[in-house]
């Protein structure tokens, strides 16, 4: 018979442990007797990557925070996202967050570009204006939000019918088998830009 552990030996082995638990498809609930949970989680941080170029996304990178700021100015930065039918991805989910504007701009695809049914966007994306605070002026604004099977979201400051400057975020999520849900905040300096340039369904 094996030796008995006592629960403060196991709290404390937990607590000094110092390395990367995988729990694969693990699940975790917190509840006491009665049902509901009454577990506070404190000291949580989220990871934050800058992106500089071109850039494949997976599984792993699910819950960060990505800076977009290109390398090069004048050069197209495209990200692409895991193909959905590659991996279980439901609820897998990315920030992107425009740290420098670029001239060449920002492109999110998803990862079957050929497939007008599968991997599609769907959601939308808010234009405000560039400005700060101000008594005076409105920041007038629009929602905009894809076309059937469209794949391809473009960021871009210097887009006539877009947007992209610093401070933009968007948020994208896998919510089922062949769908990526969009929800973003996008600035832009162009006061008549009508949100055309934002939702594709071409390769970059």
């Given at each position: 018979?094996?030796?008995?552990?006592?629960?403060?030996?196991?709290?404390?082995?937990?607590?000094n442990?110092?390395?990367?638990?995988?729990?694969?498809?693990?699940?975790?609930?917190?509840k006491?007797?009665?049902?509901v949970?009454?577990?506070?989680?404190t000291?949580?941080?989220?990871?934050?990557?800058?992106?500089?170029?071109?850039?494949?996304?997976?599984q792993?990178?699910s819950?960060?925070?990505?800076?977009?700021?290109?390398?090069?100015e004048?050069s197209?930065?495209?990200?692409?996202?895991?193909?959905?039918s590659?991996?279980p991805?439901i609820?897998?989910?990315?920030?992107?967050?425009i740290?420098?504007?670029?001239?060449?701009?920002?492109?999110?695809?998803?990862?079957d570009?050929?497939?007008?049914?599968g991997?599609?966007?769907?959601?939308?994306?808010?234009?405000?204006?560039?400005?700060i605070?101000s008594?005076?002026?409105?920041?007038?604004?629009?929602?905009?939000v894809?076309?059937?099977?469209?794949q391809?979201?473009?960021?871009?400051g210097?887009?006539?019918?877009g947007?992209?400057e610093?401070?933009?975020?968007?948020?994208?999520?896998?919510?089922?088998s062949?769908t990526?849900?969009?929800?973003?905040?996008?600035?832009?300096?162009?006061?008549?830009?009508t949100?055309?340039?934002?939702f594709?369904?071409?390769?970059?």
């Amino acid at each position: 018979m094996g030796r008995r552990m006592s629960l403060g030996r196991v709290e404390a082995l937990f607590e000094n442990l110092n390395r990367e638990l995988d729990l694969g498809q693990t699940s975790l609930k917190f509840k006491n007797s009665g049902g509901v949970s009454n577990c506070t989680i404190t000291g949580q941080t989220l990871t934050i990557e800058t992106i500089t170029a071109d850039k494949e996304l997976d599984q792993e990178d699910s819950g960060k925070i990505f800076l977009l700021d290109a390398a090069a100015e004048g050069s197209a930065v495209t990200i692409t996202l895991p193909l959905i039918s590659n991996a279980p991805l439901i609820g897998v989910t990315y920030k992107f967050v425009i740290k420098d504007a670029s001239d060449g701009g920002f492109k999110i695809v998803t990862g079957d570009l050929t497939n007008s049914t599968g991997d599609v966007m769907i959601g939308y994306i808010m234009i405000g204006a560039d400005q700060i605070s101000s008594t005076s002026n409105g920041a007038g604004g629009r929602m905009v939000v894809p076309g059937a099977g469209e794949q391809t979201l473009t960021l871009d400051g210097n887009a006539g019918n877009g947007g992209g400057e610093a401070g933009s975020v968007v948020n994208i999520t896998c919510v089922d088998s062949s769908t990526w849900l969009v929800e973003g905040l996008v600035f832009t300096s162009e006061a008549t830009s009508t949100g055309a340039d934002f939702f594709t369904d071409t390769a970059p």
